[in-house]
Nanobody, 120 residues
Framework: QVKLVESGGGSVQAGDSLRLSCAAS????????MGWFRQAPGKEREFVAA???????YYAGSVKGRFTISRDIAKNTVYLQMNSLRPEDTAVYYC??????????????WGQGTQVTVSS
C-alpha cells in the first residue's frame, strides 16, 4: 500500500520560508514522478512543482525562483523549500506520486495535505 505523509506546514509571515516534507512508503518513489499541488480556499487545486524520476524539475510560474523541489532517495522523501512566501501562497499543500508531471490526472496516490498560511 502506497502512503504519502506531508509535514512542515504552518503559519508564517510574508517573506518567511518553510520546508515541506513528503515521506513515501510502499513505493520506491525515485522510479516515479513526485509532485506538489496546492488548493486555496474557494479555488481549484493547482500544480506547484514536480520532480521526474530522471531528476528533471518543473515549476508553476507563480513559484518559480522561490520554491525548490528536491528529494532524498535514501529516505524516500521529497521536499518543497518555499522561500519569500506571499499571502497568495496560502493553501493546503498536497504531495502526490505517479506517472504524470503537471497534470493531476497523472498522479495515482496523494497525501492528506498540510496547511500553509502566510500573513501580510
Amino acid at each position: 500500500q502506497v502512503k504519502l505523509v506531508e509535514s512542515g506546514g504552518g503559519s508564517v509571515q510574508a517573506g518567511d520560508s518553510l520546508r515541506l516534507s513528503c515521506a513515501a512508503s510502499g513505493r520506491t518513489f525515485s522510479s516515479y514522478a513526485m509532485g506538489w499541488f496546492r488548493q486555496a480556499p474557494g479555488k481549484e487545486r493547482e500544480f506547484v512543482a514536480a520532480l521526474r524520476s530522471d531528476g528533471n524539475t518543473y515549476y508553476a510560474g507563480s513559484v518559480k525562483g522561490r520554491f525548490t523541489i528536491s528529494r532524498d532517495i535514501a529516505k524516500n522523501t521529497v521536499y518543497l523549500q518555499m522561500n519569500s512566501l506571499r499571502p497568495e501562497d496560502t493553501a493546503v499543500y498536497y504531495c502526490a506520486t505517479g506517472g504524470g508531471v503537471i497534470a493531476q490526472r497523472g498522479y495515482d496516490y496523494w497525501g492528506q495535505g498540510t496547511q500553509v498560511t502566510v500573513s501580510s
